[in-house]
């Protein structure tokens, strides 16, 4: 259950990030045109992000049930993203960001065994 | 690969009964020289993959539906449904006559 | 080729419709099996009766050379056992996994699999649904080359810039971040009934021969017929028992082969559902006195991929949590689907306006809510058939899949009579709503020791989560007949992102092709 938490909100930060990363999208939800600089983070940081749900998918599950479970997650958590970015563009940023702090956290703290 | 046949047609889209004929036409050649030719080619496949026969049967049957798939677009796309047609049914009668004619090769183990 | 994409149109998103909606009920047939059968629910703990469930089988099938007995699992409790003599209809029943009997017949979340893969129509319905496979296999390729602007707008959803626009950005929207789904279902779909869709490779291969080529796939050595009766039979039960240890894991099936002969051999096949591809392993006994002789080769390496093929499309791998995404991602399609044909006819309202009432366009109009609102009120209607049906009516099961049928045909007259002066959508989906969040009183009503509050009790959560899940479904249609209620162009909420998006809308040009 966890780890499907975990994947749904990797995946549904990533597409944030890549959904900000361009320019009309970053224009609609800050008002503000999007620098070079950060709308090339944003790509790398979305990229990464979906990366790093896959690996942790495949670590857990092994490599044809892991790729299925994070392929399913990636399209739903796109489709939430997109449905809910314009009914309620704070909501969905914030669903972003805390989805992927708490599971960046939950992930520390399943490996800081193995890590330390 | 789509743009040329597809101003193409823009232009006829008024003449609404021979647009419709034509639309009629290449689904008939999609569907049945489709069929056709992907038949043909899981036919020729069989005989020509180098496994053993009941993975060359197997694999031809799996790639069969890409290839029916590839071709019906490829219908779609084509400068006229008459080209579309006779270029399926040579296409199709080739390979079907290669695959009958080594089809005792074919039935090899 | 935009033509093709349009034209693979209205009748074939109807027909795509209702396969998509029967296949993704049926990402828990076994779970509504459960619900549909009270018999098996609250079963006191004890062995498993496979012995006798193979006499009732065998009382069945008296002729049958081959019979199939599927253990309970965590999905079902109960035993299945199904029989396939050329020329007889399949038996396929369900049995009191204590003592072996008949379980009160129902055509149970079985339906929805067969509806989706034969529209409950035999040999004719498999090559239409292939035929209307391939035709989604082709609308989504040839979808794809000709929208390949939609993957620049991925992330545009506009449902405030109202009529066609918000339609085919609904439809853009599942269709696009769906699309690998999609295009995994339907080449997956015609792939699994390939030997009959497809028969170059039997022909030219196997000179026609379809036992040879079965028995290439099967790696597993037909037993030599000895032309003598057995003089005893194992006991299943033991052999169940020696193979759940064997493979460390459950068996799928158990597989008699020749039944009334001294050759009598029974194969245990691994349920493998920590694999994609399912189970491999495929263990082999005596049947007169039970002694394990050794288990069969892998499968040749091309039926594997066709193995994992099907099993990506079948997902009886990985647990429940898969079969929830299978079931969202299958829903988006069913959306796909509706705000295709929405798109399909708004398009040309104008035009059919133009052309007065007896252009035909009603009835298309009210055929479409008949397909996309009707079915899923059929689909909850045989539940409550299922329910208010008495239990021991020996034609039961035929009774609830021709209220199914009784129940579509109705919504299918209402949309017509009500097209011009009520709210058919509306109203359908009202009933649906009502049908449903009702569906677990219902349920405490005629099978009290069932009851969604029984079942949480007793830690049954499958049963605890078909009521629970008919009670969100219900919300949802909720949803969607108050959504039909109210004028389309006020859903503005946000004006930042409204205004941003229909600025951006007005500058662009208008996209033609749908």
């Known amino acids: ?78 489709i939430a993203w997109v449905l809910l970015q314009p009914y309620r563009p704070r909501f969905a940023r914030w669903l972003a960001f805390v989805g992927g702090a708490a599971s960046l956290f939950a992930l520390i703290s399943f490996l800081s065994p193995t890590l330390f | 690969m789509s743009e040329i046949p597809h101003s193409h047609l823009k232009r006829r889209q008024s003449t609404t009964a021979r647009f419709r004929w034509a639309v009629a036409s290449r689904t008939a050649a999609a569907l049945f020289g489709g069929y056709l030719v992907t038949y043909a080619s899981a036919a020729l496949l069989t005989v020509v993959l180098p496994m053993s026969r009941i993975n060359r049967a197997v694999t031809a ?7 029916w798939t590839a071709v019906a677009i490829w219908v779609f796309a084509a400068r006229s449904a008459w080209r579309g047609w006779w270029t399926l049914l040579v296409a199709g009668a080739v390979m079907l006559v290669l695959a009958m004619t080594w089809r005792d090769y074919g039935m090899r183990p | 080729m ?52 193979a006499t009732t089988l065998r009382e069945m099938a008296p ?10 699992s965590a999905r079902d409790p109960s035993i299945h056992g199904f029989v396939f003599e050329p020329g007889k209809p399949t038996i396929d029943v369900a049995l009191n996994p204590r003592d072996g009997t008949r379980i009160p017949p129902t055509v149970g979340g079985n339906f929805f699999f067969v509806l989706h893969y034969n529209l409950q129509a035999g040999t004719p ?218 798109v399909w006819i708004e398009k040309r309202q104008r035009k059919a306006e133009a052309a007065g009432l007896r252009s035909g366009y009603g009835l298309v109009r009210a055929l479409n809510i008949a397909v996309i609102a009707g079915m899923p009120l059929a689909s909850v209607a045989l539940l409550w058939a299922n329910r208010l049906l008495p239990g021991n009516l020996a034609v039961r099961a035929s009774w609830e899949a021709q209220s199914f049928y009784a129940v579509w045909l109705l919504a299918t007259i209402w949309a017509v009579l009500r ?43 499958v049963l605890a989560g078909v009521d ?15 959504l039909n209620t109210r004028p389309r162009k006020n859903v503005r909420r946000d004006a930042r992102i409204g205004a941003a998006s229909a600025s951006s809308h007005a500058a662009r040009p208008r996209e033609k092709s749908a």
Not at chain 1, 30 to 42: K, N, P
Not at chain 3, 286 to 303: C, I, K, L, Q, V
Not at chain 3, 473 to 479: C, R
Request: with cysteine.
């Open chain 3, 125 to 342: 319905g498999v090559y239409l649904v292939g035929l209307a496979g391939m035709l989604m296999l082709l609308a989504l390729v040839s979808g794809v080359i000709i929208h390949r602007r939609v993957f620049k707008d991925f992330f545009v959803f506009r449902p405030q810039a109202g009529g066609q626009r918000a339609w085919l950005d609904g439809h853009n929207l599942t269709g696009v971040l769906g699309l690998p789904f999609h295009l995994m279902i339907a080449y997956t779909g015609v792939i699994i009934m390939m030997s009959t869709y497809m028969t170059a490779g039997v022909q030219i291969g196997y000179h026609g021969d379809l036992a040879a080529y079965y028995a290439a796939l099967s790696s597993t050595p037909h037993p030599v017929e000895q032309h003598r009766l057995p003089s005893r039979v194992a006991s299943l039960n033991k052999i169940l028992h020696d193979a759940v240890q064997r493979l460390g894991g459950p068996a799928q099936y158990l597989e008699i082969e020749h039944v009334h002969d001294a050759s009598i051999t029974i194969s245990a096949l691994a349920a493998g559902n920590d694999e994609v591809a399912g189970g491999r392993r495929n263990l082999i006994y005596d049947g007169t006195d039970g002694h394990f002789r050794g288990e069969s080769e892998s499968p040749p390496a091309a039926y594997r991929t066709y193995q994992f093929l099907s099993g990506l499309h079948r997902v009886q791998f990985g647990g429940a949590a898969i079969r929830w995404l299978y079931f969202l991602l299958g829903t988006a399609g069913c959306v796909m689907l509706a705000t295709a044909t929405q």
């Open chain 3, 468 to 482: 629970a899940t008919a009670l969100a479904l219900g919300l949802g249609f909720a949803w969607l007949a108050w």
């Open chain 1, 1 to 78: 259950m966890t780890l499907w938490l975990i994947l749904l909100a990797l995946n549904y930060s990533s597409w944030a990030l890549l959904c900000l990363a361009v320019a009309r999208h970053h224009r609609q939800h800050f008002g503000a045109e999007v620098s070079v600089r950060r709308s090339r983070l944003l790509r790398l940081g979305g990229w990464l992000t979906m990366l790093a749900a896959w690996v942790i998918s495949v670590h857990w599950r092994g490599w044809d049930i892991g790729s299925v479970d994070w392929c399913a997650s990636w399209m739903l958590a796109a």
């Open chain 3, 419 to 461: 097209l011009r002066r009520g709210k058919p959508w509306r109203e359908l989906f009202g009933m649906t709503a009502a049908l449903l969040l009702a569906l677990p009183l219902l349920n405490a009503l005629t099978e009290p020791r069932s009851s969604l509050l029984a079942s949480i009790v007793d830690h049954d959560w």
């Open chain 3, 63 to 72: 002729h049958a050379e081959t019979l199939y007995l599927r253990p309970p």
């Open chain 2, 61 to 67: 049957s799996l790639l069969s539906f890409v290839v």
């Open chain 3, 2 to 53: 935009a033509w093709l994409h349009t034209w693979a149109g209205l009748i074939v998103s109807w027909v795509l419709f209702a396969i998509f909606l029967g296949g993704t009920l049926a990402c828990f047939d076994k779970e509504l099996d459960y619900w549909m059968r009270p018999a098996l629910h609250q079963l006191a703990p004890g062995p498993i009766a496979m012995d006798a469930a």
